[in-house]
């Protein structure tokens, strides 16, 4: 007998809805993934879709207003497991980056003065875990291709995503690319989250941190080596900070406690 | 009073939707909300290095990712002072016009025609059309396979970077999509046919002004340091707050834009509208055929303006690996300045982009990001409330909602870049209330009471005007009184409110406040209301203007208001004095 297909809702919350797009970019395998399961409901693709009870509900983006935190709270009640996709939904984004609540409420008045917003309201920009639980995490900023795919594969047969677990240092090392730092070049690769396949060393860039920082990742030792190197502390934090969201918060505390 | 939304709009990218608000047989109201949460991007990236800034920008919309990057460092490079060679100009333009072919191939095939073919997406319509979705989908496939290799990544690639590329392609990765280009053409050709023949409604057809950037050496293109306008005008892209002139509403966490107090449209309609002339080759010859002066007024057409875009790249992209396979791959361009300021504008896919920026020592300390989805929002909602009007008008309420979808799905619009879609609502009894009260409470009205007493009902304007003298109101007019000057003199900011009997369809007395900019697209109230506006009441005090309309009972000879006439002026003189 033929197994049910699963249920899938993507969603999008603020972002680029870049993930989601991945996702449309993946050309030939798009008809396989809408052969392959119940597509409930994907906006960027399709105009006809439900709110109904879900296998797995992949969501992109921050939340960032009321009316999506009551969206997110919908789809977790509905769905039986939740994969954040990309760092948006996984750290909070680049938008997550104003690290205090109060620097958020002051940088919305100097963008939009004081408008009194009648649609819904804005929420400073968090990730979906400060509100649900999130079973998975895709990083990336966009995730992956082959990452989504084997995730996809694997979800649609009942088992659960292998992610990279080392830093696009190793990718850079398997390309066979000349080390960055050697050169003196702020590159963030001994701390970002593997799976882009250090796309920007092999085009001689430093890597930016777009996929979030590893989990295992030795800030500290990197930190100090980028202090002799004769960066400015304040450089070195911009830049760990860009693509973190709130999970960079910790190790900016410590760091500040060491200081003093 | 009733409402059609579309609260997710579907088949676009981001998060936003339409409102129109039906009273009787008049469209009240009409609202592009942009619900896609505030990210506050111009502030985060204060205190960046320019690199890092270039770095971040592009994750406003994946979409537009590389138009996003190409404004930022055209902005950039201005405030710095860095002078690219020719070899990394063309590329930056080769990448870019990946970046059309996917975006629009995207748009067109995927987003729009299921639309006009009536499938619910195009996964679906590959039953019927599968030709066209397969070739569709290796046309966009190969649109990110140009982005891919300039910029490393299809989506939020980093290659390209102040002054010039990381690594540059190889020739054979060149000269592979300059071949591959070339066999696309004949698909292109019939796509133009294609988009070109559409049956597009006319519904929604009124005139607007099309501003585009202006490519050097007479040529079509994306990029310019120049805008401009389908009038003629020309505007320095440094000047470029002349043409944006940004304000917020309070509906959408989208900014507004507007030219000398009028809606103006971007994107491949503005482009094909303002540039079309200088199309060349087979493009040229497909311009010369299909334009015409629908395409001036029609926002529809910019499916059709698309595809010629697609047309127009397809022929460029050989042009462009002709010439940059001759030039030697130059090493990034340091740059030693720490201040400056500058602006770079380039044409994303759905319309022109600005950026701009300020650089004191050596970091952001200001940005300034202009989307074409904001610029377009003004002329979303106008032209969705042409649409709306006509269908009402013609009795064809249950189309509104698609419609509008159709509209709306046709500027492209791009809803991440800061912007889910249409609703139509009925307006409840009460909803003249809370706005009346909303315009007593700013600054006193300035009220005129419109209408004649030879006609029973026809009189309730002049009654109430009457009525509200009677009890001390100032600044209150009948229109018989109105000299030119009288509204421009009293006005000093207020709102003002016209009093008048207004049929729409609703039981005698009902009431409705209709704001003046609407209903300038309803072919009774316009011809009544916008005479008398006209060189009376300046643009700007036009959005501040209403309409207070009472159904009458009759408006047959005599003196007499009717009963449910009168109990109304009853009801609105209570409200005011509350």
Not at chain 1, 62 to 89: F, M, N, P, Y
Not at chain 2, 53 to 69: E, F, G, M, Q, Y
Not at chain 2, 124 to 132: G, I, L, Q
Request: proline share 5%; net charge neutral.
């Amino acid at each position: 007998m033929q197994k049910a297909k699963l249920k899938i809702g993507i969603y999008e919350l603020t972002g680029c809805a870049g993930d989601a797009l991945l996702i449309v970019d993946c050309e030939d395998e798009l008809v396989n993934i809408f052969k392959a399961a119940d597509i409930e409901s994907f906006l960027m693709a399709k105009s006809d879709n439900n709110d109904g009870p879900l296998d797995v509900a992949l969501v992109e983006g921050s939340v960032s207003t009321e009316r999506e935190l009551k969206e997110l709270l919908d789809i977790r009640k509905r769905s039986k497991v939740l994969v954040a996709i990309g760092i948006c939904a996984g750290l909070g984004g680049i938008q997550a980056n104003c690290l205090q609540a109060a620097d958020w409420e002051d940088h919305f008045k100097k963008i939009y003065g004081n408008v009194e917003m009648s649609i819904t309201k804005p929420l400073p920009p968090k990730p979906i875990d400060a509100y649900v639980k999130v079973d998975f995490y895709l990083p990336g900023c966009p995730i992956g291709r082959e990452q989504f795919l084997s995730t996809f594969t694997r979800m649609i047969n009942g088992n659960p995503p292998e992610l990279s677990r080392f830093p696009v240092c190793m990718e850079c090392k398997w390309n066979e690319n000349d080390c960055l730092l050697n050169k003196n070049v702020l590159c963030l690769g001994p701390l970002t989250a593997a799976g882009c396949g250090s796309v920007c060393i092999n085009y001689h860039l430093p890597c930016v941190g777009c996929w979030g920082p590893y989990e295992e990742a030795n800030n500290t030792a990197e930190y100090k080596l980028l202090v002799e190197k004769g960066f400015s502390r304040s450089h070195i934090q911009n830049k760990m900070a860009n693509f973190s969201g709130t999970k960079i918060a910790d190790f900016f505390a410590q760091l500040k406690g060491e200081k003093k | 009073m009733k409402k059609i939304s579309i609260e997710h709009l579907a088949r676009v990218e981001g998060n936003g939707g339409v409102t129109a608000t039906i009273d009787g047989n008049i469209v009240t109201d009409v609202k592009f909300i942009v619900n896609e949460g505030p990210r506050l991007i111009e502030r985060l990236t204060i205190g960046k290095t320019p690199e890092e800034d270039v770095n971040l920008v592009p994750r406003i919309c994946a979409i537009c990712t590389l138009s996003h990057k190409y404004a930022a460092i055209r902005a950039m490079e201005k405030a710095l002072d860095v002078k690219v060679p020719p070899k990394v100009t063309l590329l930056r333009e080769f990448m870019h016009l990946g970046e059309m072919v996917e975006s629009h191939s995207l748009h067109l095939f995927y987003l729009a025609l299921p639309d006009y073919v009536g499938f619910p997406n195009a996964i679906a319509m590959a039953s019927k059309f599968a030709f066209e979705v397969k070739i569709a989908l290796e046309m966009k496939q190969f649109g990110n396979h140009i982005m891919k290799v300039m910029s490393g990544r299809t989506i939020h690639g980093e290659n390209p970077v102040i002054g010039g590329f990381g690594k540059f392609p190889t020739r054979d990765e060149l000269v592979w999509i300059k071949n591959r280009a070339i066999q696309f053409i004949p698909f292109v050709l019939k796509t133009v046919k294609l988009f070109a023949e559409l049956d597009y409604p006319d519904v929604p057809e009124a005139e607007t002004l099309y501003a585009c950037c202006h490519p050097p050496h007479k040529k079509y293109g994306f990029a310019g340091d120049e805008i401009i306008l389908s009038n003629g005008e020309i505007i320095n892209a440094q000047a470029y707050k002349n043409l944006t002139n940004e304000f917020v509403v309070s509906h959408s966490y989208c900014k507004r834009s507007q030219y000398k107090g009028k809606p103006y449209s971007v994107g491949a309609l503005a482009r094909v509208n303002c540039l079309g002339e200088r199309l060349e080759g087979e493009a040229q010859k497909m311009y010369k055929k299909y334009f015409n002066s629908r395409w001036t007024k029609n926002p529809l057409f910019n499916n059709a303006a698309q595809a010629m875009e697609l047309l127009y790249a397809f022929e460029r992209i050989p042009e462009v690996v002709n010439e940059a396979v001759q030039l030697p791959d130059p090493a990034i361009v340091p740059y030693k300045k720490k201040e400056g300021k500058g602006a770079g504008a380039v044409e994303a896919p759905r319309g022109t982009l600005f950026h701009y920026y300020e650089i004191s020592q050596g970091l952001v300390s200001r940005s300034d990001l202009i989307t074409p989805t904001a610029q377009n929002a003004e002329d979303i909602e106008r032209y969705c409330a042409i649409a709306a009007q006509k269908l009402l008008d013609a009795g064809q309420e249950n189309k509104i909602k698609d419609r509008m979808d159709l509209v709306v799905r046709s500027f492209d619009p791009c809803i991440s870049c800061s912007v889910h879609m249409t609703q139509v609502k009925k307006a409840s009894q009460d909803h003249w209330k809370e706005k009346l009260a909303e315009l007593m409470t700013a600054t006193a009205p300035v009220f005129v009471g419109m209408g004649t007493s030879e006609h029973s009902d026809d009189g309730a304007g002049l009654e109430l005007a009457s009525q509200l003298r009677r009890r001390g109101f100032k600044n209150v007019w009948l229109e018989t009184e109105l000299e030119d000057r009288t509204l421009a003199d009293t006005n000093a900011g207020r709102p003002v409110i016209f009093l008048d009997a207004v049929d729409f369809g609703e039981a005698p007395g009902r009431i409705t406040l209709i704001p003046l900019q609407t209903a300038a697209w309803n072919s009774v109230l316009s011809h009544r209301f916008l005479p008398l506006a006209a060189g009376r009441i300046s643009l700007a005090l036009m959005k501040n203007s209403f309409i207070l309309g009472i159904q009458p009972a009759s408006i047959q000879e005599g003196k007499k208001i009717s009963e449910p006439v009168l109990q109304a002026l009853e009801k609105i003189l209570e409200h005011i004095k509350n």
